[in-house]
């Protein structure tokens, strides 16, 4: 089974809507990282997420980490086009100073106007 | 711009062709990374180099081979690839011990 499971794995919203997105680790989490992709690009840094009951926001993107359920969420309060493409989450499993980030399979959001 | 550079952005090959990727970075990182991006899989973690010496080496096969001459610069030669190895190949750096990458845009590799 995946280490670091996403879900759901494609979304399509509203213009205007909510929606949420989640990510869950089988192993402990010593950070959590959100990213988001545009199709066939590089992937761009959103929140980094370390202590238990942390929630980071930026715009209109707010990140939890629910650290008893190894899970993190990520919600997009009225979502808007410039929302649309894939989430993913990396975990780090390992600890301090690690250079291994596993990551989930990705969400892909797309937004319809 | 994201600060990561990737050359080229879609290559075309034979499986005995011998071609190279390149990544170029100016952000003052000191760590670089090859993740390889397939469809409905996760993001595959090839190569981290730091202070241009290689810290992990993920099972890869040995027809990929990374190279840091420093640590602006990373490339991943190809040789005898095989069709199983088209992916977008994704460069990122990042400072020593820092999980947040900057990631390029990737290299879209289509092996023939």
């Known amino acids: 089974s995946q280490e670091l499971e996403q879900s759901p794995q494609s979304l399509i919203v509203q213009e205007g809507k909510n929606l949420t997105i989640n990510c869950t680790s089988s192993k402990t989490l010593y950070g959590l990282y959100w990213y988001k992709q545009k199709y066939g690009e590089g992937l761009i840094f959103l929140m980094m997420l370390q202590k238990g009951g942390e929630e980071k926001s930026h715009e209109k993107i707010t990140a939890k980490l629910d650290e008893k359920k190894q899970q993190s969420s990520l919600h997009i309060t009225a979502s808007q086009p410039s929302h649309a493409g894939i989430y993913l989450c990396g975990a780090d499993h390992s600890g301090a100073g690690s250079y291994q980030l596993t990551f989930g399979k990705g969400t892909k959001l797309s937004v319809i106007p | 711009e994201t600060g990561v550079t990737q050359t080229p952005r879609h290559l075309v090959m034979g499986m005995t062709n011998k071609k190279s990727l390149k990544c170029e970075q100016h952000?003052?990182?000191?760590?670089m990374y090859w993740y390889k991006q397939s469809a409905k899989k996760p993001l595959e973690l090839m190569f981290v180099?730091?202070?241009?010496?290689?810290?992990e080496n993920n099972s890869v096969p040995s027809r990929f081979s990374p190279e840091c001459p420093n640590s602006s610069h990373l490339f991943l030669h190809l040789h005898t690839l095989q069709p199983e190895d088209s992916a977008l190949y994704l460069c990122?750096?990042?400072?020593?011990?820092?999980?947040?990458?900057?990631f390029g845009a990737g290299s879209r590799l289509t092996v023939l």
């Open positions: 990122a750096s990042s400072h020593a011990g820092a999980n947040v990458l900057t």
């Open positions: 180099y730091s202070l241009e010496e290689r810290v």
């Open positions: 952000l003052g990182h000191n760590a």
